[in-house]
């Protein structure tokens, strides 16, 4: 029997993780992108936490942070007054840090990911057509020849950004507004002594905004949001002249030499109503955009498609169908979170008002002192705090630990007789993970596990191999936790009720 087929648009860091993580669940993928190259250009700048642990299953995580640039601390100013500075290495993740890498380099590492895998992006094919005749999908491709090809994929997903044709041809709506700002980008060459090393640095000034963050080749990503520029004015070329004028205006002390890019640009709060029509999906920029506070949108993409991938793999293997409802549960509650975020953080850093400016530099000092809300600063800009509690399609039965059926997995220490290692750093194929604490040793459930759970990486642990972090997460009681592939616990429960893993692994076909 064929592998099912799978039609990506779009071949950005959303498509091309999709294409990873489809290939490695054994579909056949084609990929297209009516865009003759890979990104040029640095569009996208932070991956988070959360991105790098599941680079990690893919075995390019050490790539990634090699290329990278690794930022520890962020520091804001207000008026030349420092309000806020608070360390990174606070994130609870292997990757307590933001990772600075240029799109155009994590594009790259996944583009030689995917084509290990056997796959190539069909560059300069755009799509033309899509049609879901009686539950079937049809779509017309045209290549940069002009030739036109009508294919029948079992999926399609829609990775092709804020101007998503596929969202356009399911007449998904994309609800939102537009933000009233004008930006300015560029990745410049600049000295002195505000300039940024491994800190990110945010100047607020009567409502405008200078962000610097230094990049692996020693350009420093500049951004400015400034009131006082029209649309018009992002139709005319950018000159050293508009960002040095902006940094002057801050009091930020520092002089832009020279440009590698630059451009303007006006952000979007949207959100399409639906993440799936049928038998296609969108993911990324197709589903969500917004401000680029908090460096998060290509990051959500990789998130997303990590969320269907695994959904469609069980699906294929015989699970219900409605199983693919759960991805626009699951994710849209996730981009509706991060468009109230970026929307209410992008209106705190340009208020213009005195009053409002006065109340912000007074509270965010005094608020950011306490550890939870350090924590929960951290954990929403890592992604690490996403968790699906709520999900109709997790499983939590009880049990001692704080980790519950719905949230993220973090990769723990564990000593074992061959040496300290970590929980999930074997864990690198497409499977789920079934976990089994065995605090009186090993059980002789494992074989029914095993046998009962075939599409699952089995491993049994004694919760002495944990270290305190460890045990407070997973407990002491002997139980089982079932991990999705996107690093998601799905199960939590007893070993001695099989019948309660036995129907959440039917559930998910298993």
Known sequence: MPAPLVLIVGAGPTGMTAAIEL?????????????????????ALVVQARTLEQFQRYGIASTAVCRGHKLRKANIWSEGKSIL????????????YLLLLPQSETESILNQCMESLGVTAERGTELVSLVQPEGRVSAVLRNANGLEEQIDPNWVIGCDGAHSTIRSLTDIPFEGGGVGMSFFLGDVELDGPDAPEDNLALHFHHGDVVFMARLPNNLVRLIVAVHQYQDEDLHRDLTLKDFQDVVDKAGVQVRVHSAEWMTPFRVNDLQARHYRAGSVFLAGDASHIHSPVGGQGMNTGIQDVANLAWKLAAVARGANDALLNSYHEERAAVGRALLRFTERGLKL??????????LRDTLMPFVSKFKPVQQAMLGFISETSIEYRSSSIVADHGGDGDLRAGDRVPDLAVSTNGGACTLLQNWTDARHFALVLTPNGTTIEMESICTGLPNARATALHPSALDEEGRRLLGMEKKLLIVRPDGYVGFRGPLDKPELWQAYARQDAL
């Open 23 to 43: 290939k490695r669940a054994g579909f056949d993928v084609r990929i297209v992108d009516k865009s003759d190259r890979m990104a040029q250009h640095s569009q």
């Open 85 to 96: 500075s608070f360390d990174l290495d606070g994130i609870s993740s292997r990757y307590p």
């Open 349 to 358: 850093a340009t208020t213009p008002n005195s009053l409002f400016e006065a």
